[in-house]
């Protein structure tokens, strides 16, 4: 029996200009202030600390932007995809995007639970060794195992990376792709990939383009 819901609804969003620079916790804030400034029924957490009930597939870390974040929202009242993105952009942070929205089961798993994979761009600057950072890659994707340590625990990084590729952006200048696993207990960080190939993580522009969930629909 559901408490006090009757609809859940996803949605994809971009994060970008000032909106890169909130943390996940603001970023939550945030998208609440707007659900309740657009007067959609959202459903509340019981108990003491009663909170909307609101849910993000993966925490995107600050600095970075992204064309693909998705969240679920539970509401009291049925109300149609199209009308709750008219409602929810009409209020909505500068820097945050709605694109989509869709109706999922009430009994849906939660999206931390059946995320796959995610995809990031790096745009790197004009002094990056293309040749080089090529051979990195190869390197890198050619390695059986890639030993890291991570909250003083030990792991491989390998089979995190599902796919690394190099190439010209539409600036010119050089950019990867980094397809990467997003399970739980198994997901593959871009900074430490990034380490890996000898890049600074803090001065380069990550970019998420994807999240794959193993019931994702469109």
Partial sequence: MHANYVQRLRFRFSKFGPARYISHLDLARTLERALNRARLPVAYTQGFNRRPRLQFAAALPLGFTSEAELGDVWLL???????AHAQMMSRMAPGIVVHEVWEVPLEAPAMQAVTIETTFEVFLPTEVDGAG???R???LLAAES????????????RPLVHDLSLARAADGNWKLTLRLALREGATGRPDEVL??????????HLHRTSIVLDDDTP
């Fill in 137 to 139: 890659v190869e390197t």
């Fill in 195 to 204: 380490d890996a190939l000898g890049l600074d993580p803090l001065d380069l």
């Fill in 133 to 135: 950072l090529q051979e």
């Fill in 77 to 83: 009242e049925v109300v149609e995809p199209a009308a």
């Fill in 146 to 157: 890639l030993p890291r340590e991570r909250r003083d625990k030990r792991y491989d990084l």
